[in-house]
């Protein structure tokens, strides 16, 4: 079976749970109407099932493959697909007019972002960085950088990467060492080595535009003498087309576990390759020494669309697992049957397709209220509610990221074991999804550094506001949910109201301690990540039951809304019940941690 996009759950969640006509009110959000969205979400899902997904597997097969010369050739079809892409114009779905977009909110772009990832993982690998360099150049480049480059990014004619990475500066950016020497006439050379660069080099655009730190020869030691340059692999000459190559050069392609078909490239710069001499040409972005900062920008748009990447891999693991479990036949009915069923009918593969199902639709419905709020936080006219909606926001991405990707190791294992031994064969597929799964908790921050980031600059450093004013908000979901005496939603809200104080505990806890015993603070910073998405997973998985058990009310008899309920009610006896380990493990587990001396492991 190849990609069916969820394209039901995906306009319910958008509109009931998002809020889409509350966006579409905002200035510069206008165009997103019922009617346009439900087109794009139509034509997305065609392009995705029709043109992308039968390229995922033969392009794990098939590989990127790097040439003599160091150019690198991407999988048969994959050229011809992005060339589509690109003109389809789902590069700038949110991006502004003025540079070739469709100025769509972030809420209609993450409906994209979901169904090409979950399509070909490794294809969409190439558009999710030219995201991010467009983010930067939006925010911090020149009218020069922006005018020269964005149009060409937004279009897909070229595509953008990000180069923080060198051999002996894993996450800690401050051991950078790559060199920018200015010329004098407003450009660089720069000199350096960066590794895992996604997209680094292929065939598929005619120009790469590389977002390069480096440090100028003045610069001072540290992250505060990181700058960030634009190196486009082809120098733009004064007409804006790609002119000598420049000193930019594909050492080698990783030999990865997963996502194979998408080149990631050893990149080396200043090594006298190109036309342009020695030290590849580049130009500063912002100001000097600025470089982290604005890196960021780049690495929050990953960060995000990472998370999404977690949500699509698992729903197209659901829908694989499902298809061969209702075509399996093995064994007898545990009640007794005549024959042999379909696996689909045996309990425990019912709790394995429903423990992947009910994560997929709470990751989805929590990353695009996320992107909602974004949208508020760039467009309400009320200043009070855009710094809201950031504050939101910028707790959410850690989450997104972190608990995303996280759930799609566990779903994407269930679903090489509902499976059986035939999962564990490639030729099945399920295993692929497994494999490319595995670097989503890894790179643009591993989850500690999200756990991380969510305890010190997301809890700590506000004593707790942000986290609390949501705690408020799902305590209101729960208090509406009191009404219902028995049934489905009040069974949701008795688990829903636990999960919600064991994360009330947590925070007091982390807030109370975050000073004065650190090291056991950030000893359970993975599970305090993993216990918000648990929770706020189920919070909007509540929400969600609500709004289906309106409709049905009303006399709506689509089984989508029932199974919805059923959904929800699964996560919340099955799923938000590990809150309350994860608050123990949490307030009371980090002797456990740091108890063995270093000589002891």
Not at 87 to 93: A, K
Not at 554 to 581: C, Q, S, V, W
Request: charged residues 20%; aromatic residues 8%.
């Amino acid at each position: 079976m190849s990609y069916v996009a969820p394209v039901k759950d995906i306009r319910f969640v958008v509109n009931e749970l998002a809020g889409l006509r509350e966006i579409a009110a905002l200035p510069g959000c206008e165009d997103a109407t019922p009617e346009t969205v439900d087109a794009i979400l139509e034509e997305n899902a065609k392009f995705c099932g029709e043109v992308l997904a039968p390229l995922n597997w033969s392009g794990d097969v098939e590989h990127s493959v790097r040439r003599a010369d160091g150019s690198v050739a991407t999988p048969k079809g994959f050229k011809e697909a992005f060339r589509q892409f690109g003109e389809g114009g789902w590069q700038g779905l949110h991006f502004p007019v003025e540079y070739g977009g469709q100025g769509l909110p972030k809420v209609v772009a993450t409906t994209g972002i979901e169904m090409i990832n979950s399509a070909n993982l490794s294809f969409a690998l190439c558009p999710l960085l030219s995201d991010g360099a467009i983010e930067a150049l939006l925010l911090c480049g020149s009218d020069a950088q922006r005018s020269t480059f964005l149009p060409r990014l937004v279009s897909g004619q070229w595509t953008g990467t990000m180069n923080l990475t060198e051999p002996q500066a894993g996450s800690d950016l401050s051991l950078v060492r790559s060199r920018a020497v200015p010329q004098g006439d407003g450009t660089y050379r720069v000199f350096g080595q960066k590794i895992y660069i996604t997209y680094g080099e292929h065939d598929m655009a005619e120009n790469i535009v590389h977002l390069v730190l480096a440090r100028t020869p003045d610069a001072p030691e540290g992250v505060k003498g990181i700058s960030l340059f634009v190196v486009p692999k082809f120098v733009v000459g004064a007409d804006g087309k790609p002119g000598k190559r420049n000193d930019v050069y594909c050492a080698s392609i990783e030999h990865k576990l997963g996502i194979r078909a998408s080149p990631t490239a050893v990149l080396v710069f200043g090594d006298d390759k190109g036309e342009v001499g020695a030290g590849a040409i580049g130009t500063l972005v912002g100001e000097e020494n600025r470089g982290l900062e604005y890196m960021f920008v780049m690495m929050n748009a990953a960060r995000f669309a990472v998370g999404m990447q977690g949500v699509a891999v698992a729903e197209r693991a659901y829908q694989k697992a499902v298809t061969f479990a209702r075509e399996r036949v093995q064994s007898r009915a545990v009640e007794g049957s005549a024959a042999a069923v379909t696996i689909i009918h045996h309990p425990d593969v019912r709790r394995m397709l429903m423990t992947m199902r009910a994560l997929t639709e709470a990751a989805r419905a929590t990353a695009y209220v996320a992107a909602a709020a974004s949208d508020c936080a760039h467009h309400h006219a009320d200043a009070a509610v855009r710094k809201d909606n950031q504050a939101f926001y910028e707790f959410m991405v850690p989450i997104v990221k972190g608990f995303s990707t996280e759930m799609s190791l566990e779903v994407t294992s269930l679903g090489v074991q509902v499976h059986g031994g035939m999962g564990f064969i490639e030729e099945t597929g399920a295993a692929q999804y497994y494999r490319d799964a595995r670097i989503l908790t890894i790179y643009e921050g591993t989850t500690a550094i999200q756990a991380n980031d969510l305890i010190g600059r997301k809890t700590a450093r506000d004593g707790g506001k942000t986290v609390r004013a949501i705690i408020a908000q799902m305590k209101k979901t729960a208090d509406e949910l009191s009404a219902e005496k028995g049934g489905d939603l009040a069974a949701i809200r008795n688990q829903l109201a636990g999960a919600i104080k064991a994360l009330e505990d947590v925070v007091e806890y982390v807030v109370a301690h975050a000073k004065s015993d650190v090291r056991a603070v950030y000893a359970g910073s993975v599970p305090y990540l993993m216990l918000a998405g648990v929770v706020i997973g189920g919070w909007n998985m509540a929400r969600a039951a609500q709004v289906a058990q309106g409709r049905i009310a009303a006399g709506d008899g689509d089984p989508f809304y029932a199974a919805k309920i059923k959904t929800a009610r699964f996560y919340a006896e099955h799923i938000l019940t590990r809150a309350g380990g994860l608050r123990d493990a949490i307030t009371g587990g980090a002797d456990g941690v740091l108890a063995l001396t270093e000589e002891q492991f």
